[in-house]
């Protein structure tokens, strides 16, 4: 058996994703089951399956554990409200944790089909791609998002506002944060 599906954010002890193939690669050979691993400016994302060991696993390695989140199909379920996943993904977001941000919206869009939220989530997953060192996915991806951003409405941010810190992100390759300026009240529909 696998284990568990398990999400560990760590403290970044200074890594960027330039580092990610050799971290990889050090879990792995420790014994621990590797699905992805994302690098962000202050913490860095485990994807894994977990068993009894990986917790110990992954201290021995010196890293400083901040949260376990479990991934499995309980957690799919959750139906969270409009209102609730936007401030979820705007949290996340700023807190660089885009793959978690990504799925914060994944359920709304998946039953309203708004093509302005599926912007929001391939937007979360182009920065996945600079975590994972993927700067072509990356530019791929974020232009993708800044068509349906551009050609749909945003319900609660501030469209303007983001495709300005978009194109600025295409040339830096840098993420931002979604600030308190760039929200909207939420449209009850």
Not at 14 to 31: C, D, H, I, K, S
Not at 56 to 69: A, D, M
Request: charged share 30%; hydrophobic share 40%; aromatic share 6%.
């Amino acid at each position: 058996m696998q284990g568990n599906r398990t999400l560990i954010v760590v403290n970044n002890p200074g890594l960027t994703p330039a580092n990610r193939q050799e971290l990889m690669n050090e879990l792995r050979q420790v014994g621990l089951k590797i699905i992805n691993v994302r690098i962000a400016s202050d913490h860095i994302e485990i994807d894994l399956y977990i068993n009894d060991m990986t917790i110990e696993k992954i201290k021995s390695l010196g890293f400083i554990i901040r949260e376990l989140i479990s991934i499995n199909k309980e957690n799919e379920d959750k139906v969270l409200n409009e209102e609730n996943a936007a401030m979820t993904y705007v949290r996340l977001f700023n807190e660089e944790r885009f793959w978690e941000a990504h799925e914060a919206l994944e359920r709304i869009w998946h039953r309203s089909k708004d093509e302005g939220i599926r912007g929001l989530i391939i937007l979360a997953a182009a920065f996945v791609k600079i975590q994972e060192n993927n700067p072509e996915a990356f530019r791929r991806l974020i232009i993708r998002a800044r068509e349906l951003i551009t050609s749909n409405e945003i319900p609660w941010i501030n469209k303007e506002n983001l495709l300005r810190k978009i194109d600025s992100a295409l040339t830096t390759m840098k993420s931002f944060k979604i600030e308190e300026q760039d929200l909207r009240p939420i449209q009850k529909t």
